[in-house]
């Protein structure tokens, strides 16, 4: 337990009243890797960067943190890290270039430094010209990239990504991943980030854990994980919402057969996008009227599904109809797999 | 090892680490002033609104100073001590507002991401509030002055009357940040303002406590620390250097500040939890 830049977790447990919002998670992070921790809102994502950030005292388990230890020396893990947290705080009263020194001057940096340093990262963050404006008018991207260079300003080896990209839009997005990508690549820096967007993970991470209900269900690189689903799924809606059950008893011949909520059928095709044609034939001949219908290649909501059974979709899950269980949220609660047809 | 900033408070202190808390105590300080400077209503209400009071009550109450026993022909005179202690509330509900705000904005956290030490976060943001307690002080005692209050204890006085309002405003400013760091919601500071308000004038305020007729009222106002508050700020103004009154006002003044601090201080260990 002591990789002097990379992140260690042992079993760690957070509890709140009858709440167990970290249940007992293990993983690596690698130094300069960039670990993706993905999972629906309320998964524990949170919850998981506040304990390995010091914020949040852990119930149990262990963690290190560019070789210090959480609970015995969270001043060495303070000082080893940067952190973008979930809600971007910023003071609307104080302009980019103020928020920098100050962050400057309780970092500890050497006088010249404070001065020096705010304009470098402005630049880097793209911020250079609104530098002096006032943060209370800047964009959302504009905050989330303040608050990026904010975590940098003491060089540190390892940065916690909460959700940085929550309610931005592409643009904006597109030009954090590629900063976020920059620092991981160029400066070797190890980065912990998680999200509830898929593609974000996808593109990002160079290895992912998907968490649910507080648990780490599969952890591996996006590739690996996609491989794990394996074949591609077709998704199809009936027209009539009443044919639901009689598409699924058709659907079970071709392989695993998930309800979704929105009477929407999916299953896993397991020889491949050749059975297509089987599928609309099978469709046809049980007089079938077809909504919709979309062939998809493996991608990390098909895992999230193969894991949890159910989709993720912009952080809110949408469960799969499993024994007559309800969704999340909706009074029933569900683990393992969806249930197969077959 | 639990709860860092604070656990360093009353250590032996090296010396890179004291120019390090020193600079912390006055980048936050500088913070808060441009904070105060930059919300106008921060720094326009509390000197507008005690001066008005003072202009109503100075005109509407002239003839109490014909009571036998008023110790000052001039109501304005007498009544020059109200606006001094109404800025330092000002100054409390500021500085517990602003503490408030970082709590609910989570910018606390980004402030306990970082090396700060515990007596500095709470040093920089109650000394921003010092500068507006000295300013609202000095424009008290310009307009006194101008209508024609003629001060006591003189120019040195008037230093001491300046240093009270400045500790006063410390005081009360450290029980604005105790109400942030216990309750952590702005709105609940803000519901405290009416509380204290009410304090002020239930004192002697309008009148001095021996020509206070009404029984429970008197009880009140002479077991209100905030009477003696204004009578020392008052002796100065109108009886000249009186010991005793300003040995009581300095003393609860202090007495405040060392129970809001010791409050706030056991607060922020519980707000400012870092492993």
């Known amino acids: 337990m002591s990789q002097p ?33 993905l999972g629906p809102n309320g998964a524990g994502k949170s919850t998981t960067v506040l304990m390995l950030t010091t914020l949040l005292p852990p119930t149990a388990g262990r963690a290190s943190v560019g070789g210090h230890d959480i609970v015995r020396d969270g001043a060495g893990v303070r000082r080893s ?74 060089q540190p080896r390892i940065l916690f990504l909460d959700e940085p990209t929550t309610g931005l839009d592409i643009q ?59 074949r591609p799924t077709v998704e199809i809606i009936p027209a009539d919402p009443d044919e639901k059950e009689s598409l699924r008893v058709a659907m079970s011949q071709f392989g695993d057969c998930a309800v979704l909520e929105d009477t929407a059928v999916s299953v896993g095709l397991e020889h491949g996008e050749a059975q297509l044609a089987e599928v609309v034939r099978a469709l046809d001949a049980a007089a079938i009227h077809v909504g919709t219908l979309q062939l998809h290649a493996p991608t990390l909501n098909d895992v999230f599904l193969a894991e949890t059974g159910r989709k993720l979709e912009g952080g809110q899950v949408t469960g799969a109809a499993v024994d007559g269980a309800a969704p999340d949220g909706a009074g029933g609660r569900r683990r393992g797999r969806a249930r197969s047809a077959r | 090892m639990g709860r860092v900033g604070v656990a360093e408070v009353g250590h032996a202190v090296p010396a890179d680490e004291r120019i390090h808390l020193r600079d912390q105590v006055l980048v936050l300080a500088r913070r808060s002033t441009l904070r105060s400077l930059r919300q106008p209503g921060q720094v326009v209400f509390p000197l507008l609104f005690p001066l008005i009071l003072l202009a109503v009550s ?21 009544a020059l001590a109200v606006p ?39 040093a920089g943001e109650i000394g921003g509030q010092l500068l507006i307690s000295g300013l609202g002080g000095a424009v008290y005692l310009l307009v006194g002055v101008a209508f024609g209050v003629h001060i006591a204890a003189g120019v040195l006085g008037a230093v001491v009357l300046l240093a009270l309002a400045v500790l006063i405003g410390f005081a009360f400013a450290s029980l604005g940040a105790l109400i942030a760091l216990w309750l952590g919601s702005a709105e609940a500071v803000q519901g405290f303002f009416p509380l204290l308000f009410v304090l002020v004038f239930l004192s002697s305020s ?23 508050l204004i009578e020392g700020y008052r002796s100065l103004i109108i009886s000249g250097w009186d010991g005793r009154a300003l040995a009581l006002a300095f003393g609860i003044a202090i007495g405040i500040a060392i129970l809001a601090l010791t409050g706030a201080s056991r607060s922020l260990r519980t707000r400012l939890v870092r492993t």
């Not at chain 1, 709140?16 to 993983?27: E, H, N, P, Q």
């Not at chain 2, 001095?208 to 003696?228: C, E």
Request: charged content about 25%.
């Open chain 2, 84 to 122: 001094f202690l109404q800025g330092a509330l000002f100054a409390s509900i500021n500085a517990g507002t602003d503490l408030a705000i970082d709590i609910e904005s989570g910018f606390f956290n980004r402030l306990a991401l970082t090396p700060l030490r515990a007596p500095a976060l709470l």
């Open chain 1, 172 to 230: 904006s997005r597109t030009a954090l991943w590629e900063e976020v990508a920059r620092l991981a690549r160029e400066e070797g820096m190890t980065v912990f980030l998680t999200t509830q967007y898929l593609e974000e993970a996808d593109v990002l991470a160079n290895r992912l854990g998907i968490i649910d209900r507080g648990k780490i269900v599969v952890e591996g690189t996006p590739a690996e994980l996609k491989a794990r689903v394996g």
């Open chain 1, 5 to 37: 830049e990379g992140i260690e977790v042992e079993g760690l447990v957070r509890q709140f009243k009858d709440v167990r919002a970290v249940d007992g998670i293990d993983l690596e992070v690698a130094p300069g890797e960039i670990y993706g921790f």
């Open chain 2, 58 to 78: 100075a005109s509407g109450l002239t003839a109490a100073t014909r009571l036998p026993g008023f110790p000052t022909h001039s109501y304005l005179a007498f």
């Open chain 2, 206 to 228: 309008n009148l001095p406590r021996n020509l206070i007729s009404t029984q429970w009222f008197k009880f009140v106002a002479t077991y209100n620390p905030v009477s003696y």
């Open chain 1, 81 to 154: 890290i940067g952190a973008a947290l979930q809600d971007v705080a910023l003071d609307p009263l104080l302009t980019g270039r103020e928020h920098l020194k100050l962050q400057a001057t309780l970092q500890g940096l050497p006088r010249g430094e404070r001065e020096s340093r705010p304009g470098e990262l402005l630049e880097r963050v793209g911020l250079s010209e609104a530098a002096d404006r006032r943060v209370g008018g800047y964009s959302g991207g504009m905050k989330r990239r303040l608050d990026l260079g904010l975590a940098l300003v003491h």
